[in-house]
C-alpha cells in the first residue's frame, strides 16, 4: 500500500541552531549561530533539502506544498541525550544512596525484570514516548544485560523512524547470577544484535561493558576485540564515578595504574567511546581521553542526585576533552534537556563556571552529535541531514511566559540573520531555567512529527498543524 502522508513539506517559524562550538564568552563566537526570526525547513523524505529565510525560499517552493506554520514558537535541531539507561525508567525517583548502594538495591533487581521480552517492549514504549515528549531525538542508551531488552528497544525506535544508539550490558561477575552473562555469551549475544540492528535505517550499536568491576578482565578484552574489527561501533561505559567505585577498580585491577589505565589496556578508548562521568580525573587522564578522541557524557542531575561530586567542564575544555550531555535517567531525576541544562548551569556556579544558554543549547543539539561522531546526520539542520526538529514554546508555563514578555520587552530591532543576542539569550536562559515538557510544542524525527503537545499523542500525529 502506498504511504499517503507527503514526503515533502516547509516548516516555517523562528529557527536558531548552531553551526560551530560558541565557546564560553556571554556572546556567541562570530559564526557559531545561526538565527533566522522568520526561517524555514524544506523537507523531502526525512532530510532537510533547504533551509533559510522564508521569503527568500517562497518563491522556489512546489505549488500547494504543506507549510506548518509555527510562527511565534521556536524551531531547533533535536535534541540529543548521550547517556542514559532505559531500562532504569521504572526506577527514577526511588530514594537516593551513594552509587554502589544504589546499584545492589533498585537497579539489578529492576533490571532482572527485563528477563521477560513483554516487559521490555512496554517500558521501551513508554521510554521513547517520554523521550519524544521532552524533544529528544536522539540518545545513547543502555540496555539491561538480557539481548531481548535490546531487541524490544530497537524494535520500538525503528517503528518511529529515530536515530539511536544502544547496547546489551556485558556483565560477567559482581552482579546477580540473573543478569550475568559469560565471555562466550556476551560476545555471541553482542554480535548477533550487531548483525540483526547495527546500520538498519537510523540504527546504530554501542558496545556496553557496564563498567570495569563488573566485567573480567577476558570480557574487557573480548570488547575491546569486537571494537577492533567493526570501528564504527560506538562504546559507552562508566569512569570515575564514585570514590568508592574507584577504590573498587583498584582492588580489581592492581597492576593497572589508574582506572583510565583499565579501559586503555583493552583497546576500549578511542574516538567512539563515551564515559559516564569521568568526575574524579586528574588533569592527565583528561588529556589522554582527549587524545584518543573520547568525550565524557556530563550527568549534572544524577551527579547531584547520588552525591558523586562536581564535575569540572572548565579543566575538560582545558585538556581539549569533549564533554557531552546526559540525563541518565534512572539515577538522573528528569529525562528532560531543561533539567540536565538547569543542574549543568547550578553545578558550574558552585565551581566558579557558569554555563551560557549558548553553551548549553550548543551541547543538546550539535555539539552532543559531534561527541557521539553523528554530526553528518543529525545536529544542525544542513542541508542533506536527517530532518529532527524540536518545536519549543516560550509562553508553554504562566511563569515563563511572564519572564518572555519581559525579556520582549527590552527586545531591540534586529536584523534577520543578525540577532539581538542579548535577548535570544535571554530567551533561551528563562528555558534553561523554567522549561519542562510542557515548553516541547512539537517533536519531528525523520521528517514526521512524532509528538505534538496538544494532542496527547507520541507516535505520528497527521500533520502536527500548529
Known amino acids: 500500500m502506498t504511504d499517503p502522508r507527503p514526503t515533502m513539506r516547509v516548516l516555517r517559524g523562528p529557527l536558531v541552531r548552531f553551526l560551530d562550538d560558541p565557546g564560553e564568552?556571554?556572546?556567541?563566537?562570530?559564526?557559531?549561530?545561526?538565527?533566522?526570526?522568520?526561517?524555514?525547513?524544506?523537507?523531502?523524505?526525512?532530510?532537510?533539502?533547504?533551509?533559510?529565510?522564508?521569503?527568500?525560499?517562497?518563491?522556489?517552493?512546489?505549488?500547494?506544498?504543506?507549510?506548518?506554520?509555527?510562527?511565534?514558537?521556536?524551531?531547533m535541531p533535536g535534541f540529543i541525550d548521550s547517556h542514559v539507561h532505559y531500562v532504569q525508567l521504572d526506577i527514577l525517583a526511588s530514594y537516593g544512596r551513594q552509587l554502589l548502594d544504589w546499584l545492589n538495591d533498585y537497579t539489578f533487581p529492576e533490571e532482572c525484570r527485563f528477563a521477560e521480552r513483554a516487559h521490555g517492549e512496554a517500558v521501551a514504549e513508554a521510554f521513547l514516548n517520554e523521550q519524544l515528549r521532552v524533544g529528544t531525538t536522539t540518545a545513547q542508551v543502555f540496555c539491561s544485560s538480557h539481548p531481548q531488552s535490546v531487541d524490544a528497544f530497537f524494535a520500538a525506535a525503528r517503528r518511529r523512524g529515530l536515530r539511536m544508539l544502544a547496547g546489551k550490558v556485558l556483565m560477567d561477575r559482581n552482579a546477580p547470577a540473573t543478569l550475568t552473562d559469560s565471555v562466550s555469551s556476551g560476545v555471541a549475544d553482542s554480535e548477533r544484535l550487531i548483525a540483526d540492528w547495527h546500520g538498519k535505517d537510523r540504527l546504530g550499536y554501542s558496545l556496553t561493558p557496564r563498567f570495569a568491576p563488573t566485567s573480567s578482565a577476558a570480557q574487557l578484552d573480548a570488547t575491546g576485540a569486537i571494537l577492533r574489527t567493526a570501528p564504527d561501533l560506538h562504546l559507552q561505559t562508566h569512569l570515575a564515578e564514585n570514590?568508592?567505585?574507584?577504590?573498587?577498580?583498584?582492588?580489581l585491577f592492581p597492576n593497572d595504574k589508574d582506572y583510565l589505565a583499565v579501559y586503555e589496556r583493552f583497546g576500549l578508548v578511542g574516538p567512539t567511546s563515551t564515559f559516564a562521568h569521568g568526575i574524579h580525573l586528574?588533569?592527565?587522564?583528561?588529556?589522554?581521553?582527549?587524545?584518543?578522541?573520547?568525550?565524557?557524557?556530563?550527568?549534572?542531575?544524577?551527579?547531584?542526585?547520588?552525591?558523586?561530586?562536581?564535575?569540572d567542564r572548565r579543566a575538560c575544555r582545558e585538556a581539549g576533552l569533549v564533554t557531552s550531555l546526559a540525563s541518565d535517567v534512572g539515577a538522573g531525576t528528569d529525562l528532560s534537556g531543561f533539567a540536565t541544562l538547569k543542574a549543568a548551569y547550578q553545578v558550574g556556579q558552585l565551581l566558579g563556571q557558569p554555563l551560557t544558554a549558548w553553551q548549553g543549547f550548543y551541547r543538546l543539539t550539535l555539539g552532543n552529535a559531534r561527541a557521539l561522531r553523528l554530526d553528518h546526520h543529525i545536529g544542525s539542520l544542513e542541508p542533506g541531514q536527517e530532518a529532527d526538529i524540536v518545536v519549543l514554546d516560550l509562553a508553554a508555563t504562566p511563569l515563563l511566559a511572564r519572564r518572555t514578555a519581559r525579556i520582549s520587552q527590552a527586545d531591540g530591532n534586529g536584523k534577520e540573520g543578525r540577532p539581538d543576542h542579548a535577548t535570544l539569550g535571554e530567551?533561551?536562559?528563562?528555558?534553561?531555567?523554567?522549561?519542562?515538557?510542557?515548553?516541547?510544542?512539537a517533536t519531528w524525527a525523520g521528517g514526521e512529527c512524532v509528538?505534538?503537545?496538544?494532542?496527547?499523542?507520541s507516535h505520528h500525529v497527521e500533520g502536527c498543524v500548529g
Not at 570514590?243 to 582492588?251: K, R
Not at 592527565?284 to 558523586?308: H, K, Q, V, W
Not at 533561551?428 to 510544542?441: N, Q, T
Open 243 to 251: 570514590p568508592g567505585e574507584i577504590a573498587w577498580v583498584a582492588e
Open 427 to 441: 530567551q533561551l536562559f528563562a528555558l534553561m531555567m523554567l522549561g519542562d515538557d510542557r515548553s516541547v510544542f
Open 25 to 75: 564568552d556571554d556572546r556567541p563566537a562570530p559564526g557559531s549561530l545561526s538565527y533566522l526570526r522568520d526561517g524555514a525547513l524544506w523537507l523531502e523524505n526525512g532530510r532537510i533539502r533547504a533551509v533559510g529565510h522564508y521569503h527568500e525560499l517562497a518563491p522556489h517552493l512546489p505549488d500547494r506544498i504543506e507549510v506548518v506554520d509555527y510562527t511565534g514558537k521556536l524551531m
Open 282 to 311: 586528574d588533569q592527565a587522564m583528561r588529556e589522554r581521553l582527549a587524545g584518543a578522541g573520547a568525550n565524557i557524557a556530563f550527568c549534572p542531575t544524577s551527579n547531584l542526585f547520588l552525591g558523586s561530586g562536581l564535575l
Open 451 to 457: 509528538h505534538q503537545r496538544e494532542s496527547n499523542l
